[in-house]
């Protein structure tokens, strides 16, 4: 039922450039659909907020549309629980900032050594500014899963956030999400979730994980360069705001400061349209002509998920056969379900950034490092030998294009 191949027709880039685009855990291609949105705006309505005159009526509404849209996305109760800003990592600096105002010292926040930094780092400055202490969550380095029992060890009545991701961006772990929340909840904390690496792959439903607070980027899930929030409204509608006195006080407004980024903002609406005509096409749980937009995403992103393990399964399967590879994360193929597509591993006798560059030279476009989660990485005792090598998958990648990066990394190792 999955036609990769009409997929692949609607990414300009992959169908034009004579790539094998496997960094994508950095950056997916964007649609089609999403450059269209962003072309039709700038050519048609491109104007500021709120004026009286044709293109800033039509600007706003086309605003007012993709919040809507981006609310069917994550499943948000209201579009004025989307916040868009210029990436997940300035919006959580935000927000922290926002937060840090309802703190005291001798409050606990919790981070885990799975995170990206952009998950750790706005806790550990408002954390020294406030007094507040840091409590960290260990990994299981044997399959670099998070330490579940040991969230419950950090948890305390002065625990005031849980910050967590929903998957890792270093080695693809889908955490619990829903338990983590109901943890936090439960000693009266909030959670904030990084779901950047998972927003491609899982079908988002922040009602569902009963999270407090989740961030996303567009150019994760095929749109522009642009950061989502989601945020409880009522949390929204009564925390601080840093913002220009004319700006409105009620959420999302609130925390857009200033002229955003309207035309990525369009660009965002694209990629969710897409997914949406995705599965209408796909005809899948009621996705057909009449189905509404939720039920489209819906079906868009289990099909994508289906397809997807079917990759991975083939990629974990090649990298296992090759001698020198070890791969770091959940490995065990009764287990895929706990992962997303994004697979690290490291090769004995060539450093990380060499052997990206090496199959560069073939097109093959992989990341090499620490991809910011630096907690990982010296958990783990690689960030001094240059972290790992990540193959990111998406549902625009093949199985020649992985059987083609096998054969070369075959070759590789074995000296050719």
């Known amino acids: ?80 629980e989307i916040v868009f800003g210029p990436n997940m990592t300035t919006l959580t600096f935000m927000l922290s900032r926002s937060l840090a105002k309802t703190l005291n010292p ?28 840091v409590r960290w969550v260990d990994i299981q380095p044997e399959d670099v899963t998070l330490d579940m029992e040991d969230l419950d060890r950090q948890l305390s009545a002065r625990t005031r956030i849980v910050a967590c991701g929903y998957a890792s961006n270093a080695v693809g772990t889908i955490n619990d999400v829903r338990a983590i929340a109901a943890k936090a909840h439960a000693v009266g904390a909030l959670c904030f979730v990084d779901a950047v690496q998972a927003a ?40 601080f705001a840093y913002k220009v006195r004319p700006a409105s006080d009620e959420p999302p407004g609130k925390f857009e400061t200033g002229t955003q980024n309207h035309e990525g903002i369009a660009g965002t609406l694209g990629a969710v349209e897409y997914l949406e005509g995705l599965g209408r096409q796909l005809g899948a749980r009621g996705a057909s002509a009449g ?37 770091w994360g959940i490995a065990n193929e009764e287990s895929l379900a706990k992962r997303v597509p994004t697979v690290s591993f490291t090769l004995d ?22 991809y910011y989660a630096l907690a990982v990485m010296e958990r783990l005792g690689l960030q001094e030998t240059g972290g790992m090598l990540r193959v990111g998958l998406v549902h625009y990648n093949t199985e020649p294009e992985i059987e083609k990066f096998l054969g070369l990394l075959d ?6």
């Open 1 to 80: 039922m999955f036609d990769v191949d009409k997929v692949r027709s609607q990414f300009p880039s992959v169908r034009c450039q004579q790539a094998i685009f496997f960094d994508n855990p950095g950056g997916t291609q964007i649609v089609q659909p999403s450059l269209d949105r962003i072309n039709s705006y700038l050519l048609g309505c491109n104007a500021n907020h709120g004026g009286a005159f044709k293109t800033s009526i039509e600007s706003d509404q086309i605003l007012a549309e993709a919040h809507a849209g981006l609310a069917v996305f994550l499943n948000a109760r209201s579009p004025d």
């Open 106 to 133: 001798g409050d606990e926040i919790i981070v885990t050594r799975l995170d990206h930094d952009a998950n750790i780092a706005p806790w550990l400055t408002i954390a020294e500014d406030r007094g507040l202490t």
């Open 200 to 239: 491609p792959h899982l079908l988002m439903d922040v009602q569902d994980l009963d999270c407090d607070f989740l961030v996303c980027s567009a150019y994760k899930f095929f749109g522009p360069h642009l950061g989502v929030l989601y945020g409880r409204l009522d949390l929204l509608d009564r925390l």
């Open 291 to 327: 189905a509404g937009r939720r039920e489209c995403v819906t079906a868009a992103l289990e099909s994508i998920r289906s397809y997807e393990i079917g990759l991975q399964r083939r990629l974990i399967r090649g990298l296992m056969s090759i001698p020198g590879v070890t791969i």
């Open 349 to 370: 006798g060539w450093h990380p950034r060499s052997l990206a560059a090496r199959l560069a030279e073939s097109g093959i476009y992989t990341w090499d490092g620490n």
């Open 411 to 416: 070759r590789i190792a074995g000296g050719s």
